[in-house]
């Protein structure tokens, strides 16, 4: 069994947190294993928790249109969420729930390495950089523990907001470059330099 296998397993026998007890079903994680991009999002929905699949509600349905509009399919790439399993009525996760699903997220993180990590909305970007506002970071990638993250609204935000729907596809046209440019620096075998980092913050 590899150890993806294994992880999602126990994400779906998981019993660390309250919200087990009111999931239909876990939700690990849906995609390629090998992908360069990762999305991380905040937690299940209704339709997440029917399915066992990140994002295939109206939110869902946001993200794969974004995908494709920068020509990806949800096949590409690596989705999954904060939390894996529903907190009761779409409520936004408590701390306790997203501090005990941290080893399966990092777990993810660690086994796919992503070339970019997508932080969709504050929950996923805090994780990243704690303290800081997803309105003033979008747009902007920045590095975390040799990795590049790329924050960015969350999709269901966007469908409240024309604005905010605006600049997630304003951030999504970028990202081509973003994992062009990650690419070519690991190729290269260049570390991530301040310089680099600087020349990232003018995406
Ligand atoms: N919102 C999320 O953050 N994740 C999902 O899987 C669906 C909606």
């Known amino acids: 069994m590899s150890d993806y296998t294994t992880l999602v397993n126990q994400i779906s026998a ?7 007890k009111g999931r239909t079903k876990s939700v690990p994680g849906d ?9 991380i999002g ?8 029917q399915q066992g699949i990140p994002f295939v509600g109206r939110a869902g349905n946001l993200l794969n ?16 969420n904060m939390v894996k399993c529903r907190p009761p009525n779409n409520r936004d996760p408590f701390p306790v ?3 005990s699903c941290a080893p399966y997220m990092d777990a993810q993180i660690e086994m796919i390495q992503p070339k970019v990590i997508v932080a969709l909305g504050r929950y996923s970007f805090s994780k990243f950089f704690p303290g800081e506002t997803i309105g003033k ?23 409240r907001s024309g604005k905010l729907h605006d600049s997630l596809r304003q951030d999504f046209s970028k990202l081509p470059d973003l994992i062009r440019e990650v690419s070519h620096r690991r190729e290269t075998g260049a570390q991530p330099k301040r310089e680099t980092v600087r020349q990232m913050s003018m995406f």
């Open 31 to 39: 995609g390629s294993t090998s992908a360069d991009v990762m999305f």
């Open 65 to 80: 249109e974004m995908l494709a509009s920068i020509g990806l399919r949800r096949e590409d790439v690596y989705i999954t």
């Open 14 to 20: 998981c019993t660390k947190c309250g919200l087990s």
């Open 42 to 49: 905040e937690g299940p929905g209704f339709y997440e928790d």
């Open 97 to 99: 729930e997203i501090s």
């Open 137 to 159: 970071a979008r747009g902007r990638p920045r590095e975390w523990r040799g990795l590049v993250v790329y924050p960015m609204y969350h999709p269901a935000a966007a469908l």
